[in-house]
């Protein structure tokens, strides 16, 4: 293939860039400002001592796993809530969202019950280092403390979600920024007045990180509900009717379950093999988690362009999938995937350049530092690899090829990664860099099925 048949192919003309960065550079931003405000949220606990900062981050990972299954759920409706919406179907797109509210609310019910009944013996399954009992007990009491405040966060980030991911669908992109701003800046000032104790407010550590935290939530919830049934009304079509009943034709509910039963297992599995990689890596020793906590929450920053880079191909694709424009679909996903892997290349030199001076603002151990910082250079690395399979991931989701992303992601996760990652750890003396290194390049195997599964074309379906 010659030159110019490759910038044909890979490179879109300034229109084309122009809608794509209208939708994606509203949503970096609203990521960079969550996981920033993150950095700081971990910054400012670290402060007061590293069992303050593991106890949240394992409570974080836990939360993770719930996260993960939200947009599991989003994203089943979302599939069919970007086809109906391209296909201008404004009632099939309310049935969608109805389909995400209910089910997001469930989820958050479930989620509280879990970390009721059993939170404590979860946070036990990161607690494996038994060289220091005391530092291991008081581990577990901040992550007890944090852990009860913060679950009060999940009923209005579903109701949150479930708005923001529907409001996405439409092309708006720049009002779940702003939500996202005023939250992350709600969250921030939180953070600093109760965990310090600043001026009136009184000094309450880890529970006044996790206040702040369901502070933001609220607030995030309350602005999208504002604009969405005031200013944003003749936008948000989606809503004409939402509330009258809470039924779901058959005809458009047993196709999102259907789809989207694989797509919420695979989030939730997926996740909950993140943790248990995570826990693999724990038995290492204490430090590691909080080597790994750093690393993670500076690693984000860094992952955000090529991760709402990727999340906008599920939208562009998908509306041009609703709308039949197969071959447009095709030529879309190229451009855009070739475009978020340069940018994550850029992103991935920066990591390196700049990621390693970050641990240095903890107040922590020197071996947690350089932990911290050996994780976000072999992070890094494999940065542009994980942009590829991410892409791939959203290029078949797109297409409602939710069985084929359920073995490409999470059965992947638990029959390649997580046993490489529990024999590295229980039945060798490998470091734990040797083993990170060992379990991130698995990556690579990933990346080369998702280039077979994009290029065979299966993606390329209209299902509304």
């Known amino acids: 293939m010659s030159i110019k048949e490759l910038k044909k192919k890979y490179i879109g003309d ?6 794509y960065l209208m939708l994606a550079v509203p949503m970096i931003i609203q990521q960079f400002i969550s996981n920033f405000v993150q950095l700081l949220d971990n910054v400012m606990v670290g402060r007061i001592g590293t069992e ?32 109906y919406f391209g296909n201008g179907n404004h009632k099939g797109h309310m049935y969608t969202f109805r389909f995400n509210l209910i089910s997001g609310i469930m989820a958050g019910l479930i989620g509280i019950s879990v ?33 009860m405040i913060v679950m009060a966060s999940f009923l209005p980030l579903a109701v949150a979600n479930a708005y923001s991911q529907t ?9 779940p920024m702003i939500s996202g701003l005023v939250a992350m800046l709600c969250n921030a000032v939180g953070d600093y007045l109760l965990i310090f104790g600043v001026g009136p407010f009184p000094e309450m550590g880890v529970e006044g990180a996790a206040m702040a935290t369901v502070l933001s939530r609220f607030v995030e919830c309350f602005v999208l509900l504002i604009w969405a049934h005031g200013k944003g009304r003749s936008r948000c079509r989606f809503l004409e009717n939402a509330y009258r009943g809470i039924t779901i034709p058959k005809t458009v509910l047993f196709p999102i379950i ?27 020793g204490l430090e590691v988690v909080a080597g790994l906590n750093i690393a993670n929450t500076i690693c984000n920053l860094f992952n955000i362009v090529f991760i709402q880079l990727g999340g906008c191909i599920g939208i562009m ?18 451009k855009m995937i070739f475009f978020s892997v340069a940018c994550c ?4 030199g920066l990591a390196l350049l700049i990621g390693p001076l970050f641990p240095n603002i903890y107040n922590t151990s020197d071996q947690v530092k350089h932990l911290a910082k050996c994780f976000i250079s072999i992070s890094a690395v494999i940065m542009p690899v994980c942009s590829f399979s991410h892409c791939s991931y959203f290029t078949l989701r797109s297409g409602g090829k939710t069985v084929v992303t359920f073995l490409f992601d999470s059965v992947y996760s ?4 997580i046993p490489v990652a529990a024999c590295l750890a229980h039945f060798t003396g490998l470091t734990i860099i040797t083993m990170y290194i060992i379990v991130q390049s698995l990556e690579i195997i990933k990346a080369i099925v998702g280039a077979i599964m994009v290029k065979s074309d299966v993606w390329l379906v209209k299902i509304v």
């Not at 009721?116 to 399954?125: A, S």
């Not at 694709?317 to 190229?334: F, P």
């Not at 638990?414 to 990664?417: I, T």
């Open 167 to 175: 409001i996405k669908e439409t092309g708006e992109s720049r009002i």
């Open 345 to 348: 290349i850029v992103m991935a």
């Open 258 to 284: 259907k789809k989207g039963t694989p797509l919420m297992l695979n989030e939730f599995l997926w996740a909950m093999g993140v943790s248990a990689v995570v826990q693999c890596y724990s038995i290492r």
């Open 115 to 147: 970390f009721l009944f059993k939170g404590d013996f979860l946070i036990g399954l990161f607690l494996t280092d038994t060289g220091n009992v005391e530092s291991i007990i008081k581990t577990a009491d901040f992550a007890h403390s944090y852990m």
């Open 317 to 334: 694709v998908g509306q041009c999938l609703g709308a039949g424009r197969l071959e447009e679909a095709k030529d879309t996903d190229n």
């Open 414 to 417: 638990w029959f390649v990664v």
């Open 52 to 83: 303050q900062m593991s106890g949240v981050a394992i409570v974080n990972q836990l939360i993770f796993v719930y996260m993960l299954a939200l947009f599991g759920i989003m994203g089943a409706g979302g599939i069919y809530g970007a086809q």
């Open 14 to 19: 300034r229109s084309f860039y122009a809608r």
